[in-house]
């Protein structure tokens, strides 16, 4: 089988992997989350992270949030076995068993325990972008006031908006009870853009880290890059056929197209003309990033701006058996684009 065969065939399990990547940390979007943060250094041998009720192994979060018994369709739909959604049981590849036996919420529960191979790709994602989101030791200088903030990237804080939590994580799974299940059975690159649309806008408001000077990663930051480096490592094990043991031995790549957008915008001559412009590559790069993110799918924005869009991709290893044919695949979407 190609590579874009392989694709093709698992597109349905690459799409069901991003949404595990989307909702592996919904518990910290929950009041709880913060009244335990304040507390978690001071348990009796210094501190208590094993207790966390975002990712409690006796209590997991999905079997235990009073908000989501509300919601029946959710609840089913994160309950099924994702080889219902991709109608196969199991894959094979250079030898390798991944049997897709396990629900959406128990790759979420897996996400610090992986247990299910599958949850291990999610597990490298998140090690991976909460230890480069660190950069510094996790015993810090935690915030105990009854008021939290949240930092910028130049040390600007605000206030934590906490009370907002629980209603944001509501009406959160109010839009996902209609519209996941819908997306899961039969994906549209829109559905998904409006999928990820409404995660933004319920984690934008929280923190991934209380910590200072952690608290300038805000959820959404951290939830989104979790899901693009779970679908990398997956797509890694399509191209070469490898499964990695440590986050540590994970890598990537990137994609990017660039053009003289500024250039571009500068020709027009009225408002409504340089208006337009922007509109111009506002779609081209929406039209990109449904390329590269869906219709192949081989990697994730992160980052764009008027000259130019550029995506994280699996790594290009050139002493690896398929390098060619991943490099043919990445000219291929060159070319379409």
Known sequence: MTLKDKLKDYH???????IAGLLHDTGKLDSRFIDYRRKWQEG???????????DDEEKPFFDHDPLLHEFETLRNTLSKNISVFCGREEIW???HRLGLNISLKELVHQHTRAVHDLSKFLKFGDSI?????RNNPLMVMEQKNQELFMSTVFGYESPLKVALFDNSRKLLYCQLNTLLLDYLSNLEPDKRRKIFNRFEDAFKIGITDTCR????IPLWQHVYMTTALCK????HFLIYGELFKRYEDCRFSLLGFGWNGLGFISKGHKIGDVV?????IKILKKKIKEIVEYSYPIGMNVYDDDNGIYFIIPAILEDK??????KGLLQEIRERV
Do not use: C
């Open 12 to 18: 349905k399990l690459i799409m069901t992997l991003e």
């Open 44 to 54: 009796k041998d210094g501190w208590n992270y094993y207790n966390d009720p975002h």
């Open 93 to 95: 590849i250079n030898g």
């Open 129 to 133: 972008d909460s230890a480069y989101d």
């Open 213 to 216: 000077p952690a608290n300038d």
């Open 232 to 235: 990398i490592f997956f797509l």
């Open 276 to 280: 337009a412009r922007k509109e111009i």
């Open 321 to 326: 058996k398929g390098v060619d044919e991943y």
